[in-house]
């Protein structure tokens, strides 16, 4: 989790990712951060996203990206 959450500070440094749970739906994150996360996450977690869960719902906070990462890395 610290690693996921040191990616998405270097994006938005001003956001605390502990705490935001709107992160799409408040348009935090736009479709360049996305990609760049999916690059990130590839580099550091070796799991690829699926175009399927590029969804808000995986991407509106950070605990469901480290979750969407677990779930990727378990059926990996």
């Known amino acids: 989790m610290e690693t996921l959450l040191k990616i ?3 994006l ?3 956001v ?3 705490t935001e749970k ?3 739906d408040n348009k935090i994150l736009d479709s360049f951060d996305i990609i760049t996360l ?3 996450i590839n580099e ?3 799991v ?3 175009v399927d869960e590029i969804v808000p719902e995986n991407f509106n906070s950070a605990e469901a990206l480290y979750k969407l990462i677990q779930r990727l890395q378990d059926e990996g």
Do not use: C, S, V, W
């Open 38 to 40: 999916i690059t990130e």
């Open 8 to 10: 998405l500070e270097e």
């Open 12 to 14: 938005h440094p001003e």
């Open 44 to 46: 550091e977690f070796g």
């Open 22 to 24: 709107a992160l799409i």
């Open 16 to 18: 605390d990712f502990k």
């Open 48 to 50: 690829r996203i699926p």
